[in-house]
């Protein structure tokens, strides 16, 4: 009896031994994944500061160019600390919750050097320092992204307090419902490879809200307006593009096939785009402009943000072209026709150009249009109306939040500077600094 026991005792041991070999060798760090990870990270890093910084910065008028400077760089140091106490854990801290994270990894509790998350790949994993790090980065850009469209008149305390509050009610819960397993719009099945939903629209709507609730700049439609630095602005753009690759390739969590799918499509998207938006106003106006081909390459690249992992080059061509021309007209007519002043397009190019994008994606990820192809049992209809719902909880939820807050805001400590300073402008009258010296 005691041989018996000793050899059950021995198998049990050797089982359970071959079991956690096995379960270690199934599990795989490559040490390649990681360096692109690390690097990925970095370029969307590079994407926030100085990318869409001096995007933005020239695209205003010169005496608000150190007040978005500013703005840009206090939102995304607050957001990267938030991230760390509770944003990482409202998106991905463990919880079966289909709307948010939870509180288990409050502080990043429980993470370590060697705590590792899964990629699309079984058996291949991450250090999850580096998820969340790049995770991080997306947070900090969508939520400087919402800056543009109220450019040049919002008080910077209150913009911080919104930015603030929108990621907590807005940018979280979304990352969790459409990235995290357990989220809701995750497991309707919609498709979104880098943040069509979660980032684009989010931030557009978003954006299209406090344009409408704090109201016109003092002169809109009468005096000049026109970007002070169109050197700058492109600058800012390229840096963007360049940075974009980190932001669609990165979301593969690997370096291989499906990143250089989403390399390629994140270079032919922006190409279709800036090609197609020039001809239309060429055609249009009679000549083509650097602030129309820099527009047409943050349209392309909105545009193939949630498709980028799934759709084929020729499939990016003509979603960036038609999204370049439907965002053409939607800052060039409609926002004058419905009379809102979202400064620097930021609805009219991410908000509009993201759902296009998104419903999009259900289109060319067919097969038959060069894409990989659907889940089992799912057709381009079926997938095109799932990514509409995405789209459709997207915009409620965003434009809820966004309004509640902006409203709140308002009636406490109040929006909008004083007309007098924004006659100044915002460098001197908030910053007390100026980016130039006649």
Known sequence: MKLKNLILATTGALLSASAAFAQEVTETMDKGDVSFMIFSTVMV???????????????????????????????????????????????????????????????????????????????????????????????????????????????FKALMIFSLLWVTFSYFPIAHMVWDGAGYIYNLGALDFAGGTVVHINAGVAALVGAIVIGQRKGFGKDMMAPHSMTFTLVGASILWVGWFGFNAGSNLEANGGAGLAMINTFTAAAGAILAWTIVEGTLRGKVS????????????????????????????????GASV???????????????????????????????????????????LGGVG????????????????????????????????????????????SD??????????????AAYHD
């Open 45 to 155: 890093l590079f994407m926030i500061l100085p990318g869409l910084a001096l995007f933005y910065g020239g695209l205003v008028r010169k005496k608000n160019m150190l007040s978005v400077l500013t703005q840009s760089t206090m939102i995304t140091a607050m957001i990267m600390v938030v991230w760390v106490v509770y944003g990482y854990s409202f998106s991905f801290g463990g919880s079966t919750s289909a709307w948010w994270g939870g509180t288990g990894k409050l502080f990043l509790a429980g993470v370590t050097p060697d705590t590792m998350i899964g990629t699309f790949t079984d058996g291949v994993v991450i250090p999850e320092f580096v998820f969340i790090a790049f995770q991080m980065t997306f947070a900090a850009i969508t939520a400087v992204l919402i800056i543009g469209a109220f450019a040049e008149r919002i008080k």
């Open 290 to 321: 650097l602030l129309g081909a820099a527009s047409g390459m943050i349209t392309g690249l909105v545009a193939v943000t949630p498709a980028a992992g799934s759709i084929g080059p020729v499939g990016a061509i003509a979603l960036g072209a």
């Open 326 to 368: 439907v965002c053409f007209f939607f800052v060039t007519t409609i926002k004058n026709k419905f009379g809102y002043d979202d400064s620097l397009d930021v609805f009219g190019i991410h908000g509009v150009g993201g759902i296009i994008g998104a419903i999009g994606t259900g289109i060319f990820t067919s097969t038959s």
């Open 374 to 417: 659907y889940a089992d049992g799912v057709t381009m209809m079926g997938q095109t109306m799932i990514q509409a719902q995405a789209v459709g909880i997207t915009v409620v939820w965003t434009a809820v939040v966004s309004f509640i807050l902006f409203k709140g805001i308002d009636m406490t400590i109040g929006l909008r500077v």
């Open 420 to 433: 007098e300073d924004e006659s100044v402008g915002l460098d001197l009258a908030t910053h007390g600094e």
